[in-house]
């Protein structure tokens, strides 16, 4: 079971680029790479998944290095409605038995 | 709106009782997780039930159980309530068990005990 390290928190200017960082040094050959945001009082709310290489979406991207130890989210000229905590969830892509573990959450504060 | 649904969207009880929060699905998705979320801890995964049948077990306490319906709605039973077990309580759901398990949702149900 891959566990995760984040950031706990992250502060960035409005207009500019955010990168996150999940660290899963234990990822499995079949688990995906999925992050979420969360607003306060709001369920997560998927944004990417990736499994290798580079995602890309109209709201993020998602570079995973060959070793797949760890991933970023880009988040392109963020704005205030941008704040919010952002997991890192690693999760088996075959069935079976399987727990899914989110990490600690990066909670990001973009300032005006 | 993910299409999952929580009901009730607030509750208030106090220490000692027992209540049970229900879940519905997406359409089609046959996983439903539950995770708590308290104030000063990030989401815990609780309880995953797929078509029925329990597949996964986080850090669910031996006070609350969960069970799958037929028709897929899901109900989280916690028993015998303490301050503590003050949270959100999130249910998700997704198609399949394993295979890209992009997990939907719901608003969440707020549970106070006092």
């Known amino acids: 079971l891959a566990k995760t390290t984040q950031p706990i928190s992250m502060d960035s200017y409005e207009g500019q680029e955010v990168n996150i960082t999940c660290s899963h040094n234990n990822i499995a050959t079949n688990d995906y790479i999925t992050w979420y945001q969360q607003f306060p009082s709001q369920g997560p709310r998927f944004i990417i998944q990736g499994y290798k290489t580079k995602v890309t979406n109209e709201v993020a991207s998602l570079f995973i290095p060959a070793d797949r130890k760890s991933s970023t989210l880009s988040l392109p000229r963020v704005s205030l409605s941008d704040t919010a905590v952002y997991y890192c969830?690693?999760?088996?892509?075959?069935?079976?038995?399987?727990?899914?573990?989110f990490g600690t959450g990066t909670k990001l504060q973009v300032i005006p | 709106d993910s299409g999952v649904t929580q009901t009730p969207k607030h509750l208030i009880t106090a220490t000692g009782q027992r209540v049970t929060l229900r879940c519905s699905p997406r359409s089609g998705d046959l996983s439903v997780y539950w995770y708590q979320q308290s104030l000063d801890q990030g989401l815990q995964f609780l309880i995953q039930y797929y078509n029925g049948e329990e597949r996964a077990k986080g850090n669910i306490l031996e006070r609350f159980s969960a069970q799958q319906f037929p028709d897929l709605h899901s109900e989280l039973n916690l028993s015998s309530l303490e301050l503590g077990d003050s949270a959100l309580y999130f249910c998700a759901s997704s198609a399949g068990q394993g295979r890209e398990e992009t997990q939907y949702f719901g608003p969440g149900t707020r549970l106070l005990v006092l």
């Open positions: 969830l690693v999760g088996p892509l075959e069935g079976g038995y399987q727990k899914v573990t």
